[in-house]
């Protein structure tokens, strides 16, 4: 399986803590069947969380790939960011300040809970309008959403992604999530499944149960669809826009 958000890199946000839970979370994910991760710390958080710079995080991705390899450890950890999303993101990403998942045009963007739909809609197309791709993440946490599913499937239509959390699935974020969860998967309104691990021992990078629910529920074909293929091909930079539209129910 390929995960594309996971907050695996130490010490950068409320992930890992340190190099010792960074290879912890990487020996979970690699006996739950996973083999690629894309390191996806929060970025443009405003303060929230310690800023830093594409410099200091590729430092900091250098290190955890030397320290996998130290130890042994076959787990590929590709570049991004999980970016929250403001009005200035479009000149943070010109001014090449924000980094988009394994350097394609693909930028994983998350947004406050309670945004309201228009706002929302405008700052995708903003990304949009760069002929950049919005991978939405976790669309089944926000409440405009939560509201009105639809919506996942008109911005999808226009080109955007979306990433839903493990954990929503398994109620692990409220009722609400798992039920706007569930609609998604049943709609076919999503392109792909990751875990948005940040511990070693809760929310963790563990992928295994997800797989097994996604066959038995759904088909083994949807289940690799979600869990390989379409995270293979944005991480790659080939999801097209055609490929995402086709999967669209109505």
């Not at 830093?52 to 042994?72: K, S, V, W």
């Not at 929503?168 to 999503?190: P, T």
Request: with cysteine; glycine share 8%.
């Amino acid at each position: 399986m390929i995960d594309i958000h996971t907050h695996i890199l130490p010490g950068l946000d409320d992930g890992a803590r340190d190099m010792d839970d960074s290879l912890a979370m990487a020996e979970i994910a690699l006996k739950s069947g996973v083999h690629t991760v894309a390191a996806t710390s929060h970025a443009n958080t405003g303060g929230y969380f310690r800023e830093y710079g594409p410099e200091g995080y590729e430092e900091r991705l250098h290190a955890f790939r030397m320290a996998l390899q130290r130890e042994g450890m076959p787990l590929t950890v590709l570049s991004g960011m999980e970016i929250f999303t403001t009005e200035e993101v479009p000149e943070l990403i010109e001014d090449g300040r924000l980094i988009s998942l394994n350097h394609t045009p693909f930028f994983l963007m998350e947004f406050s809970f309670g945004i309201e739909a228009g706002e929302m809609d405008r700052m995708l197309e903003n990304v949009l309008e760069m002929g950049l791709t919005p991978v939405i993440a976790h669309p089944e946490r926000y409440a405009c959403v939560q509201e009105r599913p639809q919506r996942v499937a008109d911005w999808m239509r226009k080109g955007c992604l979306a990433q839903i959390n493990r954990g929503s699935v398994f109620g692990r974020f409220g009722e609400r999530a798992e039920n706007c969860a569930d609609i998604l998967l049943k709609r076919r309104w999503v392109t792909c499944i990751a875990s948005d691990a940040h511990k070693p021992y809760e929310r963790t990078p563990y992928m295994a149960d997800i797989k097994e629910y996604m066959e038995e529920r759904y088909s083994y074909r949807y289940s690799r669809e979600l869990l390989y293929e379409n995270p293979r091909k944005i991480l790659m930079g080939r999801m097209a826009a055609e490929d995402n539209r086709s999967e669209i129910g109505s």
